[in-house]
């Protein structure tokens, strides 16, 4: 991979840790410059600090072209992995929603805009967009989360499949439980379904670095997702009701 994101311009946007900073360690490491983006302006600077990176703070959606200032004017790796992890079910107020959409599928729209005509023009580009096997299958307790990762991975498809040929690259990161505060927060649900198999960011990051090498889109840290994902598709019916028993099995104990 050394040829591949040496001196290459890599951007990582909720790199103030978790999967993010991860990222950004894991593409120092071999070679990349590195904007460390945060909406939490500490948390930017002390991975980018760590990293010899630059940090540029500020809404994931609004930080595309000055972190491509800082880089010299090129960004080839853009890694859309701020994320909201909103709970909630078909009655979570209105503002839930509309945040989950604009940090979950917004950001990532807002940032290909920008991206986009330089790529095209140069042939090259990659764009990461971190899913969340929620986007693949769904998550209990998460009706805002689970329905806009859905809508990120639809976009990350789109991308690929209308500009693949013309030498844009996408990869789609889909983990289940990663320890992270994104897991605390998930709550009872998370340490229901999410804990009992929950990996290391650092593993997140080794797992993206083997897809780049083999040009593939899904990232799947945890390999029995492919499973679940074809199951999905083949059985639905049958996987609607396992998904469901985990349902009840959550009210069960008290949710």
Known sequence: MMSTVQGAGVVVTGAGGGIGAA???RFAAEGAKVVVND?????????????GAVAVAGDASQIVEEARDALGGV?????ANAGLGSGGDAFADEDVWAA?????????????????????????????????????????????????????????????LTYRHRGIKVHAIC????????????G?????????????????ADSLFAAMAEDRFLVLPH??????YAARATRTDRWLTGMNHLQQKWEEAGR
């Open 23 to 25: 990222l950004a360690r």
């Open 39 to 51: 909406i939490d302006q500490g948390k930017a600077k002390t991975v980018a600090d760590e990293i």
């Open 75 to 79: 960004v080839d790796v853009y890694c």
């Open 100 to 160: 989950a959409w604009d940090v979950n599928v917004m950001a990532h729209v807002r940032a290909s805009r920008i991206l986009l005509p330089d790529w095209l023009e140069r042939g090259a580009g990659r764009f990461v967009s971190t899913v969340s096997a929620a986007g693949l299958l769904t998550m209990i307790g998460a009706a805002p989360y689970s329905v806009t990762k859905h809508g990120a991975l639809a976009y990350a498809e789109w991308l690929s």
């Open 175 to 186: 983990p289940q439980g990663v320890r992270t505060d994104m897991l605390t927060a998930s």
């Open 188 to 204: 009872s649900a998370g340490e229901l379904v999410l804990t009992p198999t929950a990996i290391e960011p650092e593993d997140v």
């Open 223 to 228: 390999a029995e997702v492919a499973d679940y």
